[in-house]
């Protein structure tokens, strides 16, 4: 989060020497606040807003492990942005991205395991987001 209020600051430090006033954010966590992490998104957009919800994923087997398993995907929460809030969302999540891939090379997506049983789905097709949650 350092970089973020650096960089904040010295974008409102150049306004001001234009003739604006310069703005000074600070980020304070309330008692409350926790982190998660999450390894997967899902959510969706309305006419009014983004939805987010990030998740975690637990396998479960039942009987043989031949005959069905199950994941349970626990939605540990979900974010609301306006249009405009996503938007930034967006351009702060590709700078900082570009950021890290220079510095440690292209990310790569992890290939799910297909059954034989299965034909292999597309990357495209496992992680599209659509509707709400």
């Known amino acids: ?17 234009k003739g604006k006033k310069s703005i000074t954010i600070e980020f304070i966590k309330p008692e409350e606040f926790r982190q998660i992490y999450a390894i997967g998104a899902a959510g969706g957009h309305s006419p009014y807003d983004f939805r987010i919800g990030f998740y975690n994923d637990t396998p479960k087997m039942f009987g043989d492990s031949s005959e069905s398993r199950v994941i349970e995907r626990r939605v540990e929460a979900e974010i609301i942005l306006s249009p405009v809030a996503a938007l930034e969302l ?9 950021e890290y891939e220079s510095v440690f090379g292209p990310i790569a997506r992890a290939i799910p395991r297909v059954s034989k049983k299965e034909p292999a789905k597309s990357v495209d097709e496992s992680t599209n987001i659509q509707g709400y949650i």
Request: net charge negative; proline share 0%; glycine share 4%.
């Open 1 to 17: 989060m350092t970089e973020g209020i650096e960089s904040r600051e010295n974008e409102e430090n150049v306004a001001s020497k």
């Open 90 to 98: 967006n351009r702060w999540l590709t700078q900082h991205i570009n």
